[in-house]
Nanobody
Framework: QVQLVESGGGLVQAGGSLTLSCAASGRTFSSCNMGWFRQAPGKEREFVAA????????IYADSVKGRFTISRDNAKNTVYLQMNSLKPEDTAVYYC??????????????????WGQGTQVTVSS
């Protein structure tokens, strides 16, 4: 089992920045690939970014590429999502997720085994 707790969400003006954190406990964090997803009201959950166990492999959704940065600190059991140049369309509940069984990172939410409770990000225009 892996327990995930997100933090760092809030209200920010368009063009601003936020950094989300996801603290993990339970199963060895370094054995999990990690992902960030988001869900806006009335929409399906969508992939944002993912990072491999070592941090050596990273992928982003096209909508956030160049603006968001995912990183992890295995010593602190934490994954981060640095969000810059935020837009109103980035408004959503952001979730972190852990995946323990694949060799490569994935964009598919169904492949992730553990999820946090989510943190709200609201970007005002």
């Amino acid at each position: 089992q892996v327990q995930l707790v997100e933090s760092g969400g809030g209200l920010v003006q368009a063009g601003g920045s936020l950094t989300l954190s996801c603290a993990a406990s339970g199963r060895t964090f370094s054995s999990c690939n990690m992902g960030w997803f988001r869900q806006a009201p009335g929409k399906e959950r969508e992939f944002v970014a993912a990072i491999s166990r070592s941090g050596g492999s990273i992928i982003y959704a096209d909508s956030v590429k160049g603006r968001f940065t995912i990183s992890r600190d295995n010593a602190k059991n934490t994954v981060y999502l640095q969000m810059n140049s935020l837009k109103p369309e980035d408004t959503a509940v952001y979730y972190c997720a852990a995946e323990a069984g694949r060799w490569v990172i994935t964009r598919e939410p169904n492949e992730y085994d553990y999820w946090g409770q989510g943190t709200q990000v609201t970007v005002s225009s």
